[in-house]
């Protein structure tokens, strides 16, 4: 008789239980780390067109302003300064990430941001993780690793 090749039942089951162990272990840890990257993820594109807000300000001399979808996650646009042209950016909604902030920062020609207030936005998601995003008075955004 020949010996025969291949793997018995019992070393697949065996195979397969450690395999779903390992990735039930896993997967608390993964989960974790999605929700982390999700909100850095927002707060870099918030932060990213913040500074293009800014620079277009600058660029047109006139000012510019970013506003919310009625909320920031619901996403944000960068009308054009210019009559009937078409918006200079828009950003689709967030997904399970919370932002608050006020509902416009508009920026004068010179790079700074218009009011008498600094604007802060503050981004958070449900695992307790939060960024922060706070803008000087002279138009420079600046991204924290923390709560406002």
């Not at 803008?135 to 406002?148: E, F, K, M, W």
Request: aromatic share 4%.
């Amino acid at each position: 008789m020949a010996p025969q090749r291949g793997f018995g039942l019992v070393e697949v089951m065996v195979t397969l239980s450690i395999i779903v162990i390992l990735a039930s272990a896993g997967m608390p840890a993964m989960q974790d780390f999605l929700t982390n990257q999700r909100l850095k993820g927002a707060a870099s594109d918030l932060y990213t067109d913040l500074l293009r807000t800014r620079s277009e300000a600058i660029k047109r001399n006139t000012t510019v302003t970013l506003t919310s979808n009625g909320n920031w996650a619901d996403g944000w646009t960068l009308p054009s300064p210019v009559e009937d042209a078409p918006a200079l950016l828009s950003h689709a909604a967030l997904t399970n990430v919370t932002v608050t902030g006020p509902a416009t920062v508009a920026y004068t020609g010179a790079g700074r941001v218009q009011g008498a207030s600094a604007p802060r936005f503050n981004l958070s998601v449900s695992n307790g993780k939060a960024r922060c995003i706070a803008i000087d008075l002279s138009g420079r955004p600046n991204l924290q690793a923390a709560s406002c």
